[in-house]
């Protein structure tokens, strides 16, 4: 067995890290909770502020009890009362972990405690000025530039705080001191981002009306973000997409990539990594240094030192992200043992430098950069030297390179992709082989980027000339990245949650216990031919059902509908965020959408279609055809070369065997219509089967429907606008008459969506409402007899199937429960339906119905 790929021993202090980790956990999750109380104030209020004001002191005592159990622990009658055998060092790491846990838990109970108290004070504090020091480079958004930044003096010393910045003000860079007046919230326990934005630290948030920018904060770290802006300033200047990516990848500062086309192709690929400052990139700076050094003969003591002093002064550069601090300290750990005249143990080095930075912000452990950091550098120093031998041992001498990165990369992939899911919704099927080529690339343009940094101090123009080189071998990397972020199954959506965290933790622990060495290079190749294949499938994933369904699907405060019947998708709208619609389509195991109907032009429906790039591929695309645009122009859409059709009442096509009716808008309004009167409003029949999508079609829309006759009965509605109060009308309810109605709504949300009225206005009519906030994803199964709907939540008392009533099969009303679900054999609840011409439409259950997803006709064919 050759020592590379000897199975590396792993530190008891490893555990006791674990449980660190699982312990801060668990105490962002006590404070959270805390949090809410006070704020919903009442005897909750008094419960969570006693339990704040006795946390430091419950914090101690634990801390005491904690010292004395490792005492007891390392006491020798102790240690001889435990079992010989193996049983003793698994009692040894039970103890090291529950210890971490308790560790853990107190200082992420002390972090959180001071958390409150700012967050506390921050109620009263009203309209006044505040001074600070700005703590990470801007963020661009729908509603303008957010600062994060530390406050300095009055109520909110010390604490964290964003402000959204008044537009007629110079936008400060990370580093400068800054002077504004607003009034700061504390940050909401009932909005999705309040959490988010608390486990970073802030605990206030407002928007500024007044403001001005001062100079750098004080001492080295000043100087050292000065010059990093005057390097981005000179950065500036290099066009095209080489100079977006030469920013973030020399100095951190991505807000030129942030939402370009090249931004999303990287993601595809799984090489966002390269061009975030982590790790990775300390290193590469650290690397130059020593090389440097040693070129010129510098001895030991000061090598080391001067390395750890450039690292550091890069970190500081880079904005200190937790896992550049990371990398700094793992740094520290080997320099240290270096100078000491030991061997540098990588998993021990990792270990250490994890537990100082839990140990001094406990909830660095929600970052995501600091989580991937951690995992793939872990994966790496565990698992690489197995991983090169297997891929290695097939290859000729030549290739054992690329397929060692090639291996490298697929690991770091393998173990995070519970996080990478989690957080975007897909993972990248093909990052190994785009890393292969992108990360010897990156490297290069990286080192060449800090050359021109620091020339460009002393001489601009000789900067600027090296600038343009590190950006030529960038673009070429974009455009190498362009053409294979295009290649069908390129990333598949993937849903992160217990189940792929356990998958992968067994994987790797059947791993480590069995350790296998590939016996000849004949079982080597036939190993990796088998991952290829294996990843092959899980690109293309599974076949469309054949079978017919409407799926209302849970993304949150938005809209997002599946319709698939013979092998063919529709879907209606994108929700609001890319991520939560892949992962909503990897639970249904959606790879491609034939046809993409974006309602109208609101975030909310058309936002997350983004999240469609790379993991499915597109037919065409229908948009209203009066209105606001739903198509976004730049390149990073997916819709950038697809058929985009405006759709308008008349039109008809078919998708499988649903008939697909647009009723709304129609081609020429009679008034100018607000934004959600814009939606197109879909009718899908099939068979005896009727449904209408209504997007957030309102009053007006509804009154133009009912007005040109085009409502008909249904089985089950969509209802409008999230049920909101002007969202459905009793006109157009009275001739829909649901049996089944299905809201789509987050939760929680601002806006008080559904409202009471509307839903009483449901409950009138007789219409069973089912919603995403409650009941998860909603089906709607179509039979050759009857539908069934099912909810991911809420169990069997939602899943219930009716008989549907089609031309030759008209029975009467009558109710029995079958196999634990209702059956209802009917005419619509119980009476004969009434059936206008327009419902006469060819049954699509004959033989030799189209099963293509067929688009509407052309304008210039007259629709």
């Not at 008080?752 to 995403?772: D, M, Y």
């Amino acid at each position: 067995m050759s020592p590379g790929a000897a199975r590396p021993s792993i530190p008891p202090l490893a555990w006791l890290v674990v449980g660190m980790w699982a312990g801060a956990v668990a105490g962002e999750s006590l404070v959270w909770r805390l949090w809410g109380g006070l704020q919903a104030g009442g005897a909750e209020s008094g419960v969570s502020l006693a339990v704040v004001r006795a946390a430091p002191s419950a914090a101690g005592a634990v801390a005491v009890v904690l010292a004395i159990g490792v005492v007891l622990l390392c006491r020798g009658d102790v240690r001889a009362s435990v079992r010989a055998g193996a049983a003793r060092p698994v009692v040894t790491l039970a103890i090291l972990a529950v210890s971490g846990v308790a560790l853990g838990l107190v200082i992420s109970a002390l972090h959180g405690a001071a958390w409150l108290q700012d967050a506390r004070a921050a109620v009263d504090t009203g309209a006044r000025e505040w001074c600070g020091t700005v703590e990470a480079d801007p963020r661009e958004g729908s509603f303008g530039t957010t600062l994060r930044v530390s406050v300095e003096g009055g109520p909110l010393d010390g604490a964290r705080v964003s402000v959204r910045w008044p537009s007629d003000t110079e936008v400060p860079e990370l580093g400068r001191r800054v002077r504004f007046s607003a009034v700061l919230a504390p940050v909401p326990h009932d909005e999705a981002w309040g959490r988010r934005t608390a486990r970073a630290g802030v605990c206030a948030t407002g928007s500024a009306w007044r403001a001005e920018v001062g100079g750098w904060r004080t001492g080295v770290g000043g100087l050292l973000l000065g010059w990093r802006a005057d390097a981005l300033h000179r950065m500036h200047e290099v066009p095209g997409v080489g100079g977006d990516l030469l920013e973030g990848v020399v100095l951190g500062d991505r807000r030129r990539l942030a939402g370009t086309a090249t931004d999303e192709e990287f993601r595809i690929l799984g090489l966002s990594h390269l061009v975030a400052v982590s790790g990775s990139h300390l290193a590469m700076a650290c690397g130059a240094v020593a090389l440097a050094g040693r070129a010129l003969r510098v001895s030991r003591v000061p090598l080391v030192c001067l390395t750890f002093a450039a690292g550091a002064a890069y970190a500081v550069v880079t904005g200190l992200p937790y896992s550049a601090l990371r990398s700094l300290l793992m740094l520290a750990v080997g320099g240290g043992a270096m100078l000491c005249g030991r061997r540098t143990d990588g998993v021990a080095a990792l270990v250490v430098s994890v537990a100082a930075v839990v140990a001094s912000d406990p909830w660095a452990v929600f970052d995501l950069g600091f989580q991937l950091s951690v995992i793939a550098v872990a994966g790496l120093l565990l698992f690489g030297g197995l991983a090169t031998e297997w891929a290695g041992a097939g290859l000729p001498l030549p290739l054992r390179g690329v397929g060692g990165v090639i291996a490298l990369t697929g690991i770091a992939q393998v173990l995070t992709a519970p996080v990478i899911a989690a957080a975007f919704g897909m993972v990248s099927v093909i990052a190994p082989v785009a890393n292969a080529y992108a990360g010897p690339m990156i490297s290069l343009a990286m080192f060449v980027g800090l050359i021109a940094a620091v020339v460009g101090t002393i001489h601009p123009v000789a900067g600027e000339t090296v600038a343009h080189l590190a950006a030529a071998v960038l673009e070429a990397a974009a455009w190498l990245s362009h053409h294979l972020a295009g290649v069908p199954g390129a990333a598949a959506s993937l849903e992160g949650g217990p189940l792929l965290v356990v998958g992968v933790i067994g994987l790797a622990t059947v791993i480590w216990v069995r350790w296998p060495r590939p016996r000849s290079p004949a079982s080597s190749r036939r190993a990796v031919a088998a991952l290829v294949i294996a990843s092959i499938a899980f690109a293309l994933g599974p076949r469309s059902p054949h079978e017919a369904s409407v799926t209302v699907l849970d993304v949150g405060q938005g809209d997002a509908i599946v319709v698939r019947d013979a092998g063919r998708t529709m879907l209606v709208d994108a929700g609001e965020d890319p991520t939560v619609l892949r992962q909503a389509l990897a639970r249904h195991g959606v790879r491609r959408v034939d046809v993409l109907v974006l309602t109208h032009a609101h975030d909310d429906h058309t936002g997350g279609a983004r999240g469609l790039a790379g993991v499915c591929t597109l037919g065409w695309i229908g948009v209203p055809c009066v209105g606001s645009p739903c198509v976004q122009a730049d390149a990073a859409w997916p819709g950038a070369g697809t058929c985009v059709r405006p759709l308008h009442a008349g039109e008809v096509w078919r998708l499988g065997r649903f008939q697909v009716s647009v009723i709304w808008p129609p081609l020429e309004p009679a008034t100018e219509l607000e934004t959600n009167d814009t939606s197109v409003v879909l009718h899908l029949s099939r068979g005896g089967f009727d449904m209408v999508l209504t997007g957030d079609a309102e009053a007006e829309a509804q009154r133009g429907m009912h007005e040109a006759g085009v409502l008909r009965e249904v089985e089950v509605l969509k209802v409008p606008h999230h049920g909101s109060v002007n969202g459905l009308t009793a006109e157009a309810m009275e001739v829909w008459d649901p049996a089944y109605a299905l809201i789509s709504v987050g939760d929680p949300n601002r806006f008080g969506h559904p409202h009471a009225g509307t839903l009483e206005l449901l409950g009138s009519n007789g219409a069973r409402v089912l919603r995403t906030d409650r009941h998860g994803d909603i089906a709607v199964e179509i039979g050759r007899t009857g539908f069934r709907v099912r909810s991911s939540r809420g169990g069997g008392a939602v899943s219930v199937r009716e008989r549907i009533e089609t031309p030759d099969d008209r029975v009467g009303a009558a109710v029995a429960p079958v196999a634990g679900h209702l059956y209802r054999e009917k005419g619509h609840r119980g009476r004969q339906r009434p059936r206008t011409a327009q419902a006469c439409v060819p049954d699509t259950r004959r033989p030799g119905a189209p099963a293509g997803a067929r688009a509407p006709p052309s304008p210039a064919a007259g629709g």
